[in-house]
């Protein structure tokens, strides 16, 4: 029994870092850039968020919706402002901008909302659903419901509609999809927008978890999801939810039962170990070498 | 075509050893400026305590530099591999304490260090070096967190039965008059501070000695072609593997040397200050200062390592306004249209020459 609600516990956050992981895919997938200051842009989300929710009083759908325009509208200024004028450089230049970024994020926060913690408001109820002698708390099922939902309508996005069909082109090829009339700057946009409102999701599900806001609140499960979507297979949407809850639950379960303090390289070398096998990722393409 | 410049100018300043005699040159003044200052006692206190640590980035930055620039695999966990020198350069030092005077026990400590982190970053390097592009770029980071955690989890000890050392702490006691060297999170405490700025800057000498006489050997060049066209190199000949390793390993001394040094110029050190924003920052010194140029690397770790210092009075937007010329830095040097217009200028300089 105790095995089965960590491995729940586990879920929950393999949730969150599943749609942490969601952003930094999609990103990798259609830009082709490891976007370092995603991670920043949860913990501004955080923080519109938290101002949402306790300062303006608003109720919890609406200032998780705040919250979502408020990082949409920062992840697209942020691919205007920086990451467009690099389209043609190096991919080491452009990790080095959002490096960049990710360090003006966080000062940036340090000096509007200085550096003590906030802590963030319950979101939810903080009672438990009992199945047969297993106790589950309500946010970690929210946090799974959230996952799935968001899960689904992405998986219909990119399948079912025409901007997605775009999106899946743009990510194959660029070339051959402006050659076929997709607006390639556009769709680029679209993906951080959408990367970025999950971002602001997935702020308001960690800190309803560990509810403390402080201005480097994103960096360490950045750092997490980024190793979750690399896990999966970085490009890959299902590979990013694989790899998500598998990361979650890994470091649940060796909190758990192996050690709290070396539990982050119990999850580091799995991860190490899974790419020897597949160097790709779980589900990542094969890399073919042309000679 | 340009006439070659005879005797010892000549020599210095030809194709093969201009870059070499800017970089030794540039080191060298900055040392007996910085050196003379320092006897007059015209240096400031704030920047007596940065000289050492500047020296500690160079040489991780040059070896860094090695790896991402010549070698081409980008690499996150350079501060791991100063860890491993740091923490064992401060048990090297602390163990020899009584016996060995200073300059000889740093001398031992860096190469003890040295030795223990190019064997580390050999087992590394056998699976880090089996993947290519971001995901060896990711599993270098992910060493790097793991090397942060295990050291942070360690306990070293010394007392009369001799040196002991452990990942759980309830397993560790040490007998009468005990020390311990590391203390599992709270890191190194009470380490004779025994880095000097002349060492430092010796080191940055060999680090420059030791790289610029790899890339202008047979190996370097087998690096380099390895970097440009893997298939190619293969072809004639070149063991990749091999190659790749022997530049990840002297990146990963060279770093070793430079935690060692680091390690030995503060009383007390923790495994979190060699976290992957250090590595970070590192890399951000190698890509600003131009890649597998070693005269940029040395520029552009001194520039960014004393702008922080610099932007000091403006206190607390020194970092925002650090964030802000990394990012206009990267968006100048990248534009087209800039490009072009240096490109000609160029060109046009180069037709007056002839």
């Known amino acids: 029994m105790r095995f089965l609600s960590n491995l729940v516990t586990g879920l929950g956050l393999g949730s969150v870092y599943a749609i942490i992981a969601l952003g930094y895919t999609m990103v990798y997938g259609i830009a082709k850039m490891l976007n370092f200051a995603h991670g920043d842009v949860i913990m501004v989300g955080a923080y519109i968020a938290f101002f949402a929710l306790t300062k303006f009083g608003l109720p919890l759908i609406p200032g998780i919706l705040v919250a979502v325009v408020g990082c949409t509208v920062l992840g697209v200024v942020v691919e205007r402002l920086a990451y467009k004028p690099l389209r043609q450089a190096s991919s080491l230049s452009v990790l080095i901008t959002a490096i960049g970024v990710s360090y003006f994020l966080q000062n940036g926060a340090q000096l509007l909302w200085s550096a003590s913690p906030k802590m963030f408001p319950a979101i ?7 199945i047969g002698g297993l106790s589950i708390a309500y946010l970690t099922l929210l946090t799974i419901a959230t996952c799935i939902v968001v899960m689904v309508c992405l998986t219909l996005f990119i399948n079912k509609t025409k901007t997605g069909s775009a999106m899946r082109a743009c990510s194959e090829d660029k070339g051959a999809a402006q050659l076929m009339g997709i607006n390639v700057n556009r769709i ?29 609140l994103g960096s360490m499960p950045g750092i997490k999801a980024f190793t979750a979507a690399v896990f999966g297979g970085i490009g890959s949407i299902p ?20 050690s709290t303090q070396l539990s982050d390289v119990i999850v580091f070398g799995v991860l190490i170990v899974i790419l020897l096998v597949k160097p790709t990722g779980l589900l ?8 | 075509m340009k006439k070659e410049n005879k005797g010892i100018i000549g020599y210095l300043f030809n194709n093969r050893h ?39 980035y160079l040489v991780a930055a040059i070896g860094l530099n090695l790896n991402v620039g010549v070698s081409g695999e980008l690499n996150l966990g350079q501060a791991g591999f100063m860890a491993v020198g740091a923490f064992s350069g401060v048990c090297v030092s602390g163990v020899l304490a009584g016996s060995v005077p200073a300059i000889p026990r740093l001398i031992i400590a860096i190469i003890v260090g040295t030795i223990l982190t190019a064997l580390i970053g050999f087992l590394i390097g056998i699976p880090v070096l089996k993947l290519q592009g971001d995901y060896l770029a990711i599993v270098t980071l992910a060493f790097g967190q793991i090397v942060m955690n295990l050291i942070m989890n360690l306990y070293v000890g010394l007392d009369s039965s001799g040196l002991k050392f452990s990942f759980v702490q309830a397993n560790f006691t040490l007998g009468e008059g005990g020390k311990f060297l590391i203390n599992g999170p709270m890191g190194a405490t009470g380490t004779e501070r025994i880095a000097t700025f002349t060492a430092g800057v010796i080191l940055v000498i060999i680090a420059l000695v030791i790289v610029y006489n790899l890339i202008y ?6 690096i380099m072609a390895a970097r440009d066209n893997r298939i190619a190199a293969e072809s004639i000949g070149i063991d990749i593997a091999k190659t790749k390793m022997m530049a990840f390993v002297i ?8 935690g060692a040094l680091y390690g030995l110029n503060y009383s007390t050190m923790v495994a979190s200050k060699f976290d992957y924003n250090t590595s970070i920052l590192i890399l951000v010194y190698v890509v600003l200062g131009g890649l597998g140029n070693f005269n940029g690397t040395l520029i552009a770790t001194v520039v960014l390592f004393l702008l922080p210092q610099l932007l000091r009075g403006l206190q607390d937007y020194r970092m925002l306004i650090y964030a802000i010329i990394l990012i206009v830095i990267m968006l100048v ?18 037709k007056a020459k002839a």
């Open chain 1, 188 to 216: 680029i946009s679209l993906t951080f927008a959408i990367g970025s409102g999950l971002a602001a999701i997935a702020a308001v599900l960690l800190c309803a978890n560990y509810p403390t806001v402080t201005p480097t």
């Open chain 2, 251 to 258: 990146s990963a001394a060279l770093a070793g040397a430079a």
């Open chain 1, 124 to 130: 939810i109820s903080t009672g438990t659903l009992n």
């Open chain 1, 239 to 258: 590979g990013a939810l694989l790899g998500g809850l598998l990361l979650g639950i890994i470091e649940i379960l060796s909190k758990a039962y192996i």
């Open chain 2, 217 to 222: 050997s047979r190996s370097g060049r087998a």
């Open chain 1, 284 to 291: 990542g393409k094969k890399l073919s070498e042309k000679v």
């Open chain 2, 333 to 350: 040097t990248n534009n087209e249209l800039l490009k072009t217009k240096v490109a000609s200028l160029r060109g046009r300089k180069q």
């Open chain 2, 18 to 56: 201009r870059s070499r005699t800017i970089s030794y040159g540039m080191v060298i003044i900055a040392y007996l400026i910085l050196e003379a200052m320092l006897r007059t006692g015209n240096l400031s206190n704030l920047f007596l305590g940065l000289l050492v640590p500047a020296t500690c």
